[in-house]
């Protein structure tokens, strides 16, 4: 499995933006599709976006559409969430996960990161 590392996260007023990034280690980061997810508190977690290994297809969750952007670095084995226009809902903790499999990885991830927190004031 990949090893993975997020970080970006913090308190931001509703409006602004966070760049959030994900390290990978451990296996060939080109190997795998990468997502994103998130857990409010008292909710389930939930997906958010995810890339293709050659970052080609990009995919997302309804609420986030027009406002968040995934993408990839393979040379520096790094995955980031750039959020723009964030709104008080999507405070949560965000996680970074990997599958090679970028329709499994939508469900079923093969490795997870150990989450960033997002805090948006309104």
């Given at each position: ?5 997020e970080s970006g996260g913090g308190l931001v007023q509703a409006g602004g933006s ?105």
């Amino acid at each position: 499995q990949v090893q993975l590392v997020e970080s970006g996260g913090g308190l931001v007023q509703a409006g602004g933006s966070l760049r959030l990034s994900c390290a990978a280690s451990g296996r060939t980061f080109s190997n795998y599709a990468m997502g994103w997810f998130r857990q409010a508190p008292g909710q389930e977690r939930e997906f958010v976006a995810a890339i293709r290994w050659s970052g080609v297809m990009t995919y997302y969750a309804d609420s986030v559409k027009g406002r968040f952007t995934i993408s990839r670095d393979n040379a520096k084995d790094t995955v980031y969430l750039q959020m723009n226009s964030l709104k008080p809902e999507d405070t949560a903790v965000y996680y970074c996960a990997a599958h090679w499999n970028v329709l499994v990885l939508r469900t079923t991830p093969s490795s997870w990161g150990q989450g960033t927190q997002v805090t948006v004031s309104s």
